[in-house]
Protein backbone atom coordinates (compact mmCIF):
# COMPACT_ATOMS: atom_id res chain seq x y z
CA UNK A 1 0.00 0.00 0.00
CA UNK A 2 2.14 3.50 -1.24
CA UNK A 3 2.16 6.80 0.93
CA UNK A 4 0.25 9.59 -0.59
CA UNK A 5 2.49 12.92 -1.09
CA UNK A 6 0.99 16.20 -0.82
CA UNK A 7 3.07 18.92 -1.54
CA UNK A 8 2.10 22.19 -1.63
CA UNK A 9 2.64 26.18 -1.94
CA UNK A 10 0.15 29.17 -1.01
CA UNK A 11 0.20 29.40 -5.05
CA UNK A 12 -0.80 25.69 -5.78
CA UNK A 13 -0.27 22.00 -5.49
CA UNK A 14 2.86 21.12 -6.47
CA UNK A 15 2.06 17.48 -6.53
CA UNK A 16 -0.15 15.11 -5.08
CA UNK A 17 0.72 11.42 -5.59
CA UNK A 18 1.32 8.11 -4.33
CA UNK A 19 5.02 7.14 -3.65
CA UNK A 20 7.33 4.37 -1.65
CA UNK A 21 8.84 6.70 0.41
CA UNK A 22 9.40 10.49 0.92
CA UNK A 23 13.08 11.42 2.78
CA UNK A 24 12.28 15.15 4.12
CA UNK A 25 14.21 18.19 5.04
CA UNK A 26 13.11 18.67 8.64
CA UNK A 27 14.69 21.48 10.47
CA UNK A 28 16.62 18.57 12.75
CA UNK A 29 17.61 16.74 10.12
CA UNK A 30 16.39 14.41 7.04
CA UNK A 31 13.77 12.09 8.38
CA UNK A 32 12.22 9.35 5.95
CA UNK A 33 8.59 8.40 5.52
CA UNK A 34 6.85 4.88 4.31
CA UNK A 35 3.68 3.88 5.15
CA UNK A 36 2.61 3.26 8.87
CA UNK A 37 4.83 6.26 10.32
CA UNK A 38 4.01 7.48 12.90
CA UNK A 39 2.33 11.11 13.54
CA UNK A 40 4.94 13.89 13.15
CA UNK A 41 4.84 17.71 12.61
CA UNK A 42 7.98 19.19 11.78
CA UNK A 43 9.27 22.62 10.21
CA UNK A 44 11.18 22.24 7.04
CA UNK A 45 14.45 24.15 6.24
CA UNK A 46 16.18 24.75 2.66
CA UNK A 47 16.64 21.49 1.01
CA UNK A 48 15.49 18.52 -0.80
CA UNK A 49 12.08 16.15 -0.80
CA UNK A 50 13.33 12.89 -2.67
CA UNK A 51 10.88 10.88 -3.67
CA UNK A 52 11.17 6.81 -4.11
CA UNK A 53 8.72 4.37 -6.28
CA UNK A 54 10.34 0.69 -6.80
CA UNK A 55 13.35 1.54 -4.72
CA UNK A 56 14.81 3.78 -6.48
CA UNK A 57 15.23 7.72 -6.65
CA UNK A 58 12.27 8.80 -8.54
CA UNK A 59 11.85 12.61 -8.14
CA UNK A 60 13.89 15.59 -6.10
CA UNK A 61 11.85 18.53 -5.00
CA UNK A 62 13.50 21.38 -4.22
CA UNK A 63 11.61 23.58 -1.07
CA UNK A 64 12.73 26.99 0.63
CA UNK A 65 11.06 26.34 4.32
CA UNK A 66 7.57 25.35 5.41
CA UNK A 67 6.21 22.44 7.50
CA UNK A 68 5.22 18.89 7.00
CA UNK A 69 2.36 17.12 8.47
CA UNK A 70 2.90 13.14 8.30
CA UNK A 71 -0.30 10.78 9.47
CA UNK A 72 -0.06 6.77 9.25
CA UNK A 73 -0.49 6.90 5.33
CA UNK A 74 -0.19 10.56 4.04
CA UNK A 75 2.53 13.41 4.37
CA UNK A 76 1.44 17.22 3.56
CA UNK A 77 4.39 19.74 2.99
CA UNK A 78 3.29 23.06 2.81
CA UNK A 79 6.26 24.83 1.59
CA UNK A 80 7.37 27.93 1.30
CA UNK A 81 8.57 27.45 -2.62
CA UNK A 82 8.53 24.27 -4.00
CA UNK A 83 9.30 22.68 -7.53
CA UNK A 84 10.56 19.96 -9.02
CA UNK A 85 14.17 20.05 -9.59
CA UNK A 86 13.67 18.19 -13.24
CA UNK A 87 12.46 21.39 -14.28
CA UNK A 88 14.76 23.96 -13.59
CA UNK A 89 18.36 24.68 -15.65
CA UNK A 90 21.44 25.98 -14.91
CA UNK A 91 20.57 29.68 -16.78
CA UNK A 92 17.31 29.61 -14.21
CA UNK A 93 19.05 29.31 -11.52
CA UNK A 94 21.77 31.46 -12.13
CA UNK A 95 19.18 33.83 -13.18
CA UNK A 96 17.64 33.42 -9.57
CA UNK A 97 21.24 34.55 -8.11
CA UNK A 98 21.67 37.38 -9.59
CA UNK A 99 17.94 38.52 -9.49
CA UNK A 100 18.27 37.77 -5.43
CA UNK A 101 21.31 39.69 -5.38
CA UNK A 102 19.60 43.25 -7.21
CA UNK A 103 16.92 43.15 -4.53
CA UNK A 104 19.76 42.84 -1.70
CA UNK A 105 21.63 45.65 -3.91
CA UNK A 106 18.39 47.59 -3.71
CA UNK A 107 17.17 46.74 -0.15
CA UNK A 108 16.59 49.43 2.49
CA UNK A 109 15.86 47.45 5.65
CA UNK A 110 16.75 44.69 7.82
CA UNK A 111 13.59 42.62 6.82
CA UNK A 112 14.35 42.80 2.82
CA UNK A 113 18.14 42.69 3.51
CA UNK A 114 16.74 39.52 5.36
CA UNK A 115 14.40 38.04 2.89
CA UNK A 116 17.10 38.55 0.01
CA UNK A 117 20.04 36.76 1.71
CA UNK A 118 17.47 33.77 2.10
CA UNK A 119 16.50 33.83 -1.69
CA UNK A 120 20.73 34.15 -2.34
CA UNK A 121 21.16 31.16 -0.03
CA UNK A 122 18.63 29.00 -1.81
CA UNK A 123 19.76 30.12 -5.23
CA UNK A 124 23.46 29.20 -4.36
CA UNK A 125 21.51 25.78 -3.10
CA UNK A 126 19.99 25.09 -6.17
CA UNK A 127 22.83 25.57 -8.14
CA UNK A 128 25.33 23.32 -6.24
CA UNK A 129 22.41 20.62 -6.60
CA UNK A 130 22.35 20.72 -10.36
CA UNK A 131 26.14 20.02 -10.78
Do not use: C
Not at 70 to 96: H, P
Not at 99 to 120: G, P, V
Amino acid sequence: MPLTLDLVTPEKTVTSREVEMAVIPGSEGDFGVLIGHSPLISSLRLGVIFVYNEGRLAERFFVTGGFAEVISERVTVLATEAFNIANVTNAKAEDRLKTAHKTFDKSTNDIERNRALQAIKAAEALIELLK
